[in-house]
């Protein structure tokens, strides 16, 4: 199986995701074994990131070292020519013919749809506003199997900022494609998903919960996903202050959630995971960050294939 761009989580189905996951599984098996890889020797990864980035940019250039390959882009978009006025068209086809793949991260929902109508090397959205995120999502995925031995049968919890989050937005809609999950959204009336995932979930005919009350819906779930709340993504400071702080797991929240349930998120955090719960067994976030190294080389691989 090969395909050139990843731009949305709906360009997988479950046999593509299959596909990825064991071709991750291998990586992960490199990894362990501290074997070197030329798997992508010889080739450049472009990582234009228009907005900050931690885990996205770094695991996709430590996957692509891994791989034997090399990486250019720039740490600050500020140091970019896009400060000068530079329109995404003219930077993807300029960078294009310096690499092999591009992975790229805007403010903007559609960019990475624009630069793959525009590049004629593969294109990955790492993050296009409050869109998608679909590399996190394959990770986030790749983490519940791994914790949870399956993707169906699941009750899941996505808890925070369900409006702007682009990476529940993105997790949401492949896990409807997995049988009898059930999603309990948990936010506030004014950080619900937008109407537009709302029907995307409907149509797949997907079992939804909603509930404002993390504390009632904590023992019933397999899974938490919390999320940050967006504060960029709000139009005032004022308006991201009176949901600041909304929803905290902490030690007392977590007592009352199942011994098998696994607490996930995408981080970074601020407020809404107390630092006390992270030596519980049950807290896996930065296990679910590290898999975003064996994923984004699986991805990697695939996309640069001949
Ligand atoms: N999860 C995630 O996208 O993190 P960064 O913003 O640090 O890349």
Partial sequence: MKF???TSINDL???GIDFVFREADNMLKLLENKKPSNI???KILATLFFEPSTRTRL???CAMHR??????GFADANTSSEKKGESLFDTIRTVESYCDVIAIRSPFEGASKLAMQNSSVPIINAGDGGHEHPT?????LYTIKKNKNRLSNLKIGLCGDLKFGRTAHSLAQALSDYDNNILVCISPDELQFP???KNKLEEKGTKILQTKNLKEAMGELDVLYMTRIQKERFVSEKEYLKLKGIYVVDKEMLSGAKQDFILMHPLPRVDEINPEVDEDKRSIYFKQAFYGIPIRMALLSIMTRG
Avoid: A, M, P
């Fill in 13 to 15: 189905d479950k046999e």
């Fill in 4 to 6: 050139k761009n990843f």
């Fill in 59 to 61: 695991s996709f250039e």
């Fill in 195 to 197: 109407e537009g995932i």
């Fill in 136 to 140: 996190q999502t394959l990770l986030d």
């Fill in 40 to 42: 992508c020797r010889n």
């Fill in 67 to 72: 791989l034997g390959g090399s990486v250019i």
